[in-house]
């Protein structure tokens, strides 16, 4: 479903992804891991049409991502993303924050919209607070809206961009557990995380980026119990 081919990007002089590959089938959940600033949000960005890129490719179920309108259009459509700050509409009810995208880019009828983003929140955990502001929601709520939200476009994929990693401990398990139940219901993923149980028991594949490369690659279990490249096992050292 997502296949991106040795794509290069520089920010002036700095060459910060180096070649990066990564396939993903459809229906699996893929974890990007590596030491900030390895280029793991940029991969992200490139995929979803956010950054452009320098060389390489990158497909959608066949169809090029570039940086044409018309791209841009189908991507923001058909991969979702959710981020590490939930950017929720401050001003808007939880509910409405899930039927804006729905009503507004893929002109689906309000009331349609309306009933989808209810069973969403429903899916969440969150169907009784559809009329509460973000600001009435603890984090890990929050969090679980914007995954709401991202759902509601009916996305082929979502991309995760360290989506725990502003949570207060106590509330990681909870988004963690909402990410786990949508990988069980075959929602292809990308998941940029820290959190290594989690990526020991939903991926089916870990990738490890470093300075812009992946540098070790394969089964969840393989990468992160027998980790082969010196440079994945100084990383584990120190995450876990
Ligand atoms: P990660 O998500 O793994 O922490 P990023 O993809 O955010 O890494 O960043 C990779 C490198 O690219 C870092 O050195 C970062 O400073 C640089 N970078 C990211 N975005 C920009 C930008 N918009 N302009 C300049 N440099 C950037
Ligand atoms: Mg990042």
């Known amino acids: 479903m997502i296949a991106v081919r040795e794509i290069r990007k520089s920010f002036g002089e700095h060459e910060v992804l180096k070649g990066v590959s990564l396939q993903v089938a459809q229906g699996q959940v ?13 991969v992200l960005r490139c995929i979803n049409g956010l950054e452009s890129y320098d060389a390489g490719e990158i ?36 509910l409405e924050n899930v039927t804006e995208g729905p009503i507004f880019v893929n002109k689906e009828s309000p009331a349609a919209a309306r009933e989808h983003g209810l069973a969403l929140l429903d899916k969440v955990g969150l169907a009784q607070r559809a009329s509460s502001y973000p600001h009435q929601l603890s984090g890990g709520q929050q969090q679980r809206v914007a995954i709401a939200r991202s759902l509601a476009m009916r996305p082929q994929a979502i991309l995760f961009d360290e989506p725990t ?15 786990r139940a949508l990988a069980a219901d075959g929602m292809t993923m990308i998941v940029v995380t820290h959190e290594m149980g989690f990526a020991k028991e939903v991926a089916d594949r870990v990738c490890f980026l470093h300075s812009g490369a992946i540098v070790e690659e394969g089964p969840a279990q393989q990468v992160l119990e027998t980790p082969q490249h010196a440079r994945t096992q100084d990383f584990l050292r120190r995450v876990i």
């Open 59 to 94: 497909l959608i179920e066949g169809q090029k991502v570039d940086n044409t309108a018309a791209s841009i259009h189908r991507l923001r459509t058909r991969v979702g993303m959710v981020f590490q700050r939930f950017n929720l509409f401050p001003h808007r009810t939880v």
């Open 165 to 179: 990693s502003a949570l207060d401990p106590e509330l990681v398990g909870e988004v963690l557990a909402v990410m």
């Open 30 to 42: 893929v974890c990007l891991i590596g030491p900030s600033g390895s280029g793991k949000s940029t």
